[in-house]
C-alpha cells in the first residue's frame, strides 16, 4: 500500500557530497517517522538518521556534522544530505517510512504500516 521511490544514489570521491530523497505515496494516512538505514557488505543494516512529523531527529554518531536529514511533510518526502563523504560511508542506503494507512472510510480502519524502499547504491572512492 505504501511504495517509497529514492533517488539519489552514486559514486563520488572522498570529501564529495549527495544528497539522496525518498517519497512515500499510496493510502497514508498518516507517517510517524521517515529514515535512512544503510548496510555494508557482510555488516548488519544500521540506522544513518530519522526523523519524526514533529521534527525530532537522530543521527548515528558516525554521520553526525557530517549528513543532515530533512523531510517535507505535505510531500512525504525525506531527504538525507550526505557531505564530507567517506570510504567507510560506502553502501546500500535504504529509505523506510512508517505510519497509518486507511482510515477512508468505516469499513476500511488505519491499520500501521512500515514500508521499505528498494535500497540505493553509494559508493564513496577515489
Known amino acids: 500500500q505504501v511504495q517509497l521511490v529514492e533517488s539519489g544514489g552514486g559514486l563520488v570521491q572522498p570529501g564529495g557530497s549527495l544528497r539522496l530523497s525518498c517519497a512515500a505515496s499510496?493510502?497514508?494516512?498518516?507517517?510517524?517517522?521517515m529514515g535512512w538505514y544503510r548496510q555494508a557488505p557482510g555488516k548488519p543494516r544500521e540506522l544513518v538518521a530519522s526523523i519524526t512529523s514533529g521534527g525530532s531527529i537522530n543521527y548515528a554518531d558516525s554521520v553526525k556534522g557530517r549528513f543532515t536529514i530533512s523531510r517535507d511533510n505535505a510531500k512525504n518526502t525525506v531527504y538525507l544530505q550526505m557531505n564530507s563523504l567517506k570510504p567507510e560511508d560506502t553502501a546500500v542506503y535504504y529509505c523506510?517510512?512508517?505510519?497509518?494507512?486507511?482510515?477512508?472510510?468505516?469499513?476500511?480502519?488505519?491499520?500501521?504500516?512500515?514500508?521499505w524502499g528498494q535500497g540505493t547504491q553509494v559508493t564513496v572512492s577515489s
Open positions: 499510496g493510502n497514508i494516512f498518516s507517517i510517524n517517522a
Open positions: 523506510h517510512a512508517d505510519g497509518e494507512v486507511g482510515g477512508s472510510s468505516w469499513n476500511d480502519p488505519l491499520e500501521l504500516f512500515g514500508s
